[in-house]
């Protein structure tokens, strides 16, 4: 019998690819969103879970990975996808969008490590996977807010990783370069989406495909319990930053 696996973010993008490649393999699912409609209409079979949730309320989070526990037994891989990415120059951007972005891409990854890290730590068993970027590492003009929320996603990752190790427990980081994903759609400030447009062009208008992301983290996932692939770095081959 093979483990319950949940995904944050499943709507759409890495996480809708991830959620078909783990079903595929026959692995029990939670599948965790917003648009919990989006989730429905990948049409999976077996043992799937869809409930709504937002990452940054550790209730509603912790309510729906108890139900999956309950009837599929104790998460043994996390991954932690879901994710804003709002562009702009912080002289002109809403600190709305700052508090947004770091409250989903920060807060939601802590609180979901931070409901599943006991059990994972007693049973000497578990991995969590976190989706971080590029930008998580190197700086990218227009990204400030959004570098900031991902520099956060690579260093809570490295420090907790090491916290863990003892009790066989992995945390490992997966950061994708530009992507075919819906992130832009949120983005407000025209001018910044205008340049990421030029960029894309510049790269032939094509980045990177989500499932090639969702292969690799299933990949991290299969290496024995006791192998860790710390971090993959991923992009398009023409992504030239």
Known sequence: MKNLIVITGASSGFGAEM???FNAD??????LGRRTEKIEALKLSGEVMIRHADVTDQDELSKAIKE???????????INNAGLM??????????????????????????GMQLVLPEMKERHHGTIIN????????AFQNHAAY???????????????????????????????AAETELLTHVTDD???SEYEDWKQSMGGITLDPKHVAETVKFMYDMPQEVNIREVDIAA???DS
Do not use: C
């Not at 026959?26 to 599948?31: D, H, K, N």
């Not at 999956?68 to 996390?78: F, H, K, M, N, R």
């Not at 989706?131 to 190197?138: D, E, M, Q």
């Open 191 to 193: 001018s910044a989406l």
């Open 19 to 21: 959620a078909k490649i």
């Open 86 to 111: 709002l562009l702009g120059n912080i002289w002109k951007q809403s600190a709305t969008e700052w508090q947004t972005m770091l409250d989903t891409n920060v807060m939601g990854v802590l609180n």
């Open 68 to 78: 999956a526990e309950s009837t599929y037994g104790p998460v043994d891989l996390l």
């Open 26 to 31: 026959g692995y029990p699912l939670l599948l």
């Open 147 to 177: 570098v900031a929320s991902k520099f956060g996603v690579h260093g809570l990752s490295e420090t907790v990783r090491q916290e863990v190790s003892d009790e066989n427990v992995r945390v490992m980081l997966v950061a994708p370069g």
């Open 237 to 239: 081959t023409r992504q």
């Open 131 to 138: 989706v971080s970027s590029i930008a998580g590492f190197k």
